[in-house]
Structures are given as structure tokens and as C-alpha cells.
């Protein structure tokens, strides 16, 4: 923010400066091109004075030094047209702080730019459009300082004298006191400046509507926030932040159903291309026991390498298949998965895919692997699982074997000691069955 107010701050005063120099402004001042000739008339209300030919050639030095970007050279020129500022009238002083401003400014010493404006500002007989254009642009150097305060007394000093205040300038008084937390003035100076807008026929403002979203937030007043975000996507249909803001606010409200469809047209629209976002986005599905789009969106996203192929998206991946039912998808994905970590947890979510297509024998493998790998912590739910998978496939010895494994946790002691029965059982049927 602090670059885009400079960047347009450093605009306003060169063309200042230029107009001060050229001798335009809201009163009409010229130079007196020859002693004694081009004599301005008077206006009614105030002293008319002028830049005279000699204090005019030395400011155009300063002047093109700025332009150049010499500023020294340009401090040098003004320095010495200061040597002699008694000789000066009331405007060609006032002309020579405003230029000192230019060239502070430039150079980012905003203490000496705000001295120079204050003495621009202590100037008799200033003219009103100076004096205007001094009063905002000090205001604006306060709130780049952070000093808040200065920039709220001044900004109202600049509003109470200007014939037409424009939008612009009660939108600086509502970041000043947003800055300060005074949200309630905040957001008065921000409804004044949209009803201006209004007025002249022009769009609303969108950092004017941006604030007043971010003051809403803050008073956590989300309906409104929502309001003011479903403008600015109407302003700018094709910015994903509003999209997110706006899908955020309503997930605030519970209104997750809401949210999904806000981010879904916003992924339709092409808008989210971050991986983060992507990623977010998959995760709301699934949440929002909506599977298969996520499916669909990580599948394609790993093709086209916007989303990376790494464990942690494999296993948000795997998961969203899951939950989609799509287990012989889900196979190949918890393979690559495992293998990539040789963690125990990914060998054991993939023997339960495989138990889910009804491969037992591959599912048996895989909670064997499971039991050898890197940071098993519940072996015993790993024996339950493989001694199932083995009396599946009608190994009823060895799936005996892991059942009494898993005995010796006390949380699967009962199921384990049920299955133990059930497999003898099975064996003595079968023994039985032979002797016939």
C-alpha cells in the first residue's frame, strides 16, 4: 500500500510543482516576463503577486535537476535561491517549500518533506488551490509516516476548505482511522465518499469498498462484509480474492453450502490457480461430503503440475477417493504414496483398499509390509487387520496367529479372542468336512 500512495504521491507533486512553476493553479497567477509588463489584474479578494523572471530562472534550474533525478543538484539550486528568501514575495516563497517537498519526498525524507509543507502552508496570502493541494498531500505524508493522528487533523483541516471534497480524499480519513481502530468513523467517512462517487455518476470506488469490508470483518459483522464483497465481485468479476473473501465470509456464517458453490464458480471461472487454493478448495469439497469434484480437481491439477505430487497431497487424494468410493483408483495412488514415505499408516491404508476390492491376499501383503515399516504405533489394529485379510482368503492358521496377536491390546482383547473362537470353529468345520 505504502508504494501505491508514494508512487501516486510523487506524481501529484510533480505536476504540483510544475503548476506552480508554469504558474497555473486555482487562482490565476502568471510571470511578469519583463519589469513593468504582464501585470496580472487583481482578484477581488486577495493581493495577486507573481514569480518574477529571475526567481523563475532559478527554479526552473531546481526544477529540471528534479526532473533528472539530480537531486542534489537540485537541493543545491534551491539552497541558494533560500540565501536571498527575504527578497522573495509571499507566493515565490510558498512555490520554493513546495518545491523542497518535491525533492525530500523524492529521496523519501519525509520529516524535511513535512517541515517543507508546513512552511509552504505558514505562508501569507496563499493561494487557495497551494494551499489545498499542500493540505493533502501533507495529509497523505502523515498517514505513510503512520502517524495516524496528524493525518486524521489534517485530512479534516483539507475538507473543511475545499469547495467539492472528492471521494478520494474521505477515503484517507477512513484508513486513518481505521489505522487508529476508530471503526465507527471510519466507516462514516467511507459512506460519505460512496455517496460522492454516486453523485458523479462514477463506479464505487474499490478501495473505498475494500476497507469497508475489512471494517465490517473486524466488527464481525459478516452479513455486511458479504454485502459489500458481493459488490466488489460484481465491480471485479475476475478477481479471485473477492471470490475467496466472499466464499470465506460465508463459511463465517455457516453457510458452507454457500461457500462451495462460490469457490466452485470461481475455480469454473479459471480464477484459482494457486496451489494453496486449490488445495483449499478440495478440502471444502470433501467436507462438504461432496467427494468427487476434489477427486477430479487433484487429478487434473497433478497432471498439469499445478498441484505437486508430493505425500501430503497423495494422501488428500487418496482420501477424496475414498470417500468417493473409488478404491481400484485409489490403489495405484496409495502404492506411489507408500513407497514415497515407507511409513506404516500409508501400507495399512492401502491393505484396506485392496480389502475393499476383495484382494486379500494383496491386502494381507500390505499389512505385513505395514507391521515391518518406519513409525507403526498400533501394531495390534495392524495384526487384526491382517488376520482378517487371511481368514478371507482362507489362510485360517496364520490369520489364527495375528488375531492372538492383537489380543495383547486391551481395546481389541474381545473382538480379537471372538475372532480366535470363530477361526478354530472354521478349522474344526473343515477338519470335519475332510473325515466325511
Not at 98 to 115: C, G, H
Not at 161 to 189: D, M, N, R
Not at 395 to 409: D, N, P, Q, Y
Request: glycine content about 4%; aromatic content about 10%.
Amino acid at each position: 500500500m505504502r508504494s501505491a500512495v508514494r508512487s501516486k504521491n510523487l506524481l501529484l507533486r510533480v505536476l504540483l510543482v510544475l503548476a506552480m512553476v508554469l504558474g497555473a493553479g486555482a487562482a490565476e497567477y502568471s510571470f511578469a516576463k519583463e519589469k513593468g509588463k504582464g501585470k496580472p489584474a487583481p482578484p477581488p479578494t486577495k493581493q495577486t503577486q507573481v514569480i518574477r523572471a529571475e526567481t523563475y530562472k532559478k527554479m526552473e534550474v531546481a526544477q529540471k535537476a528534479f526532473e533528472a533525478k539530480d537531486y542534489p543538484a537540485a537541493t543545491k539550486a534551491l539552497d541558494e535561491l533560500k540565501a536571498g528568501e527575504a527578497k522573495l514575495n509571499d507566493y515565490e516563497r510558498a512555490t520554493l517549500y513546495s518545491l523542497y517537498a518535491a525533492v525530500f519526498y523524492a529521496q523519501d525524507n519525509l520529516p524535511k518533506t513535512v517541515e517543507s509543507y508546513n512552511l509552504v502552508l505558514k505562508q501569507p496570502n496563499l493561494p487557495d488551490g497551494l494551499r489545498d493541494s499542500s493540505l493533502y498531500a501533507l495529509a497523505q505524508i502523515y498517514f505513510i509516516a503512520e502517524n495516524y493522528d496528524k493525518a486524521i487533523v489534517v485530512v479534516k483541516r483539507w475538507l473543511s476548505l475545499v469547495a467539492e471534497p472528492s471521494p478520494e480524499g474521505y477515503a484517507l480519513l477512513a484508513q486513518a482511522y481505521y489505522q487508529t481502530q476508530k471503526y465507527a468513523e471510519a466507516e462514516k467517512a467511507l459512506v460519505t465518499s460512496l455517496q460522492i462517487s454516486k453523485q458523479r455518476g462514477q463506479a464505487p470506488k474499490e478501495a473505498a469498498l475494500a476497507l469497508l469490508r475489512a471494517i465490517y470483518y473486524e466488527r464481525k459483522e459478516y452479513e455486511k462484509a458479504a454485502r459489500v464483497l458481493e459488490v466488489l465481485v460484481g465491480l471485479q468479476p475476475g478477481k479471485s480474492t473477492y471470490w475467496q473473501q466472499l466464499a470465506g465470509m460465508r463459511g463465517l456464517m455457516d453457510q458452507q453450502r454457500e461457500q462451495v458453490r462460490l469457490m466452485h464458480a470461481a475455480y469454473r471461472a479459471q480464477l484459482l490457480t494457486n496451489e494453496s487454493d486449490l488445495l483449499n478448495l478440495a478440502r471444502l469439497y470433501m467436507v462438504t461430503d461432496v467427494p468427487y469434484p476434489a477427486v477430479r480437481l487433484l487429478a487434473q491439477g497433478m497432471k498439469n503440475k499445478t498441484i505437486k505430487v508430493s505425500a501430503e497431497n497423495l494422501q488428500l487424494y487418496a482420501q477424496a477417493l475414498a470417500m468417493s468410493k473409488e478404491y481400484k483408483q485409489q490403489i495405484p495412488v496409495l502404492q506411489k504414496l507408500a513407497t514415497m514415505t515407507g511409513e506404516a499408516k500409508h501400507y495399512v491404508y492401502l491393505g484396506q483398499a485392496y480389502n475393499e476390492t476383495g484382494d486379500w491376499t494383496s491386502a494381507a501383503e500390505a499389512f505385513r509390509t505395514a507391521l515391518k515399516a518406519r513409525g507403526m504405533d498400533k501394531p495390534a489394529d495392524a495384526h487384526m487387520q491382517l488376520g482378517t485379510a487371511l481368514f478371507n482368503a482362507n489362510k485360517f492358521s496364520e490369520a489364527r496367529s495375528h488375531f492372538v496377536a492383537a489380543t495383547e491390546a486391551p481395546a481389541l482383547a474381545q473382538a480379537a479372542g471372538n475372532w480366535i473362537k470363530f477361526v478354530d470353529q472354521e478349522i474344526a468345520r473343515r477338519d470335519a468336512v475332510k473325515d466325511l
